[in-house]
């Protein structure tokens, strides 16, 4: 079984608004993935949960704030997006690291900020 | 600093044929994985197959194989029979043996797969 769940699988959304993307996996997996990616670009990695520690891209603007309220549950909270984070925002997970560390994709939330 | 190459931007096959896409990479490391993704039309991101740098052995899956080539840093996927449900965007990508908290995949720059009727 290699399922992670992403909800909603589109949104749009005004730049004053506040929503939150969320992602799910039940595998038992220690470690979940937020990317962001951008039409015919391969994913850009965002956030990385692993035993329940946060390593962030600094890159990443604060517009953006994962969390993780367990092991199983990833969020993304956006809140006063510009129109050029609207991308594919993918969620990911995977066992640990070595071969267990294959990350395993959910469909991906499509989003349109206006 | 690991990177990843695809040279080949597009690609066409016909159904029922073979195809090769290329792939190389750069690093110092000696245990890595390497990985095929594929990406249809619905932007789904979907593991087609891995391999192991410490495996001589060339994994296969299914119609989906790998000529990996350790010393020439090159590992290139072949589809056999291509089917129609085979049109997609094919990355390559790296990723260190012990990442640890660094499980950063490295990616190549994809190549768009046409498989014609």
């Known amino acids: 079984d290699t399922e992670v769940t992403q909800t909603p699988k589109h949104l749009v959304m005004g730049m004053t608004n506040k929503k939150s993307l969320k992602c799910e996996q039940h595998?038992?997996?220690?470690?979940m993935y937020w990317y962001k990616q951008k039409a015919k670009k391969p994913p850009e990695l965002m956030f990385v949960?692993?035993?329940?520690?946060?390593?962030i891209n600094e890159s990443v603007p604060s517009r953006f704030s994962p969390e993780c309220p367990n092991s199983s549950l990833l969020n993304l909270h956006l809140h006063a997006l510009q129109p050029e984070d609207s991308a594919l925002y993918l969620c990911a997970s995977s066992q640990d690291s070595g071969t267990r560390g294959t990350q395993y994709f959910g469909p991906g939330t499509r989003l349109l900020v206006l | 600093a690991q990177t990843v190459t695809q040279s080949q931007p597009e690609m066409s096959v016909q159904e029922a044929e073979t195809v090769t896409l290329s792939c190389t990479y750069d690093?110092?490391?000696?245990?890595?994985?390497l990985f095929w993704y594929k990406q249809p039309p619905s932007r789904q991101m979907i593991l087609v197959i891995r391999?192991?740098?410490?495996k001589q052995q060339n994994a296969t899956e299914n119609r989906f194989s790998v000529n990996f080539q350790k010393a020439a840093k090159s590992f290139s996927l072949k589809i056999s029979d291509s089917q129609l449900g085979d049109t997609a965007m094919y990355f390559c990508a790296f990723m260190k043996h012990d990442a640890g908290n660094n499980r950063k995949l490295i990616w190549g720059l994809g190549t768009s797969l046409a498989v014609n009727p």
């Open positions: 391999q192991e740098a410490y």
């Open positions: 949960y692993s035993y329940e520690k946060l390593s």
């Open positions: 595998m038992g997996h220690r470690a």
């Open positions: 690093t110092s490391e000696n245990n890595y994985y």
